[in-house]
């Protein structure tokens, strides 16, 4: 069963910190990975992709992936309350096909 | 209207209901998706279209039956469903299946 592993939290984060949010998968053939926010009562959207190994940054976001041990990672500098959402880790199974982790909610403390 | 609009955004219906979702994509992609999400679960893929062509039904029990008559819109019709069917149905749109998915607001369902 391919699966994809999120803690659910809280994770609960000072704001400026660095946050940082983890996602395991089991598919090692797996070559496409994203991270999606979704704010209360509101759909999932896309902030990073990542593709090869190594760290991906976006502004404030970096993606960190290591295909060896199966996990992707998303780093948030500078951590403001908007920040505060759900954190969704999704990994391609096949075209068309992604599994889905069930998410990380993260609250940021001003 | 820009993105992905879904319609209607709320819906509560009996179980001898008959009824639809629609939604509609401005992007100009080609495939379009339905998904389920229940609370404290994964996004669950109910079905997959790529140029009006069905590529995946996850095993989606026949009281759920999709419909695309373009690459544009695409409708989830609903009956003689169950309450464990309540959730939020959301509908996406992509270029190709390349996993960066575009999402509609959603349509909370209640099924009583």
């Known amino acids: 069963q391919k699966e994809v592993e999120q803690n659910s939290g809280p994770l609960s984060v000072p704001e400026g910190a660095i946050a940082s949010l983890n996602c395991t998968y089991s598919d090692r053939v797996s070559q496409s990975f994203f991270w999606y926010r979704q704010y209360s009562g509101k759909s999932p959207e896309l902030i990073m992709s990542i593709y090869s190994n190594g760290d991906k940054e976006d502004g404030r976001f970096t993606a960190q992936l290591n295909k060896a041990s199966q996990y992707v990672s998303l780093l948030i500098r500078d951590s403001q309350p908007s920040d505060s959402a759900t954190y969704l880790c999704?990994?391609?199974?096949?075209?068309?096909?992604?599994?889905w982790g069930a998410g990380t909610k993260l609250i940021i403390k001003p | 209207e820009t993105g992905v609009t879904q319609t209607p955004r709320h819906l509560v219906m009996g179980m001898t209901n008959k009824k639809s979702l629609k939604c509609e994509q401005h992007?100009?992609?080609?495939?379009m998706y339905w998904y389920k999400q229940s609370a404290k679960k994964p996004l669950e893929l109910m079905f997959v279209y790529n140029f009006k062509e069905q590529t995946e039904n996850n095993s989606v029990p026949s009281r759920f039956s999709p419909e695309c008559p373009n690459s544009s819109h695409l409708f989830l019709h609903l009956h003689t469903l169950q309450p464990e069917d309540s959730a939020l149905y959301l509908c996406a749109s992509s270029q190709e299946g390349d996993g960066e998915l575009f999402f509609g607001e959603g349509s909370r369902l209640t099924v009583l």
């Open positions: 999704a990994v391609e199974y096949s075209n068309y096909q992604l599994i």
């Open positions: 992007l100009g992609h080609n495939a």
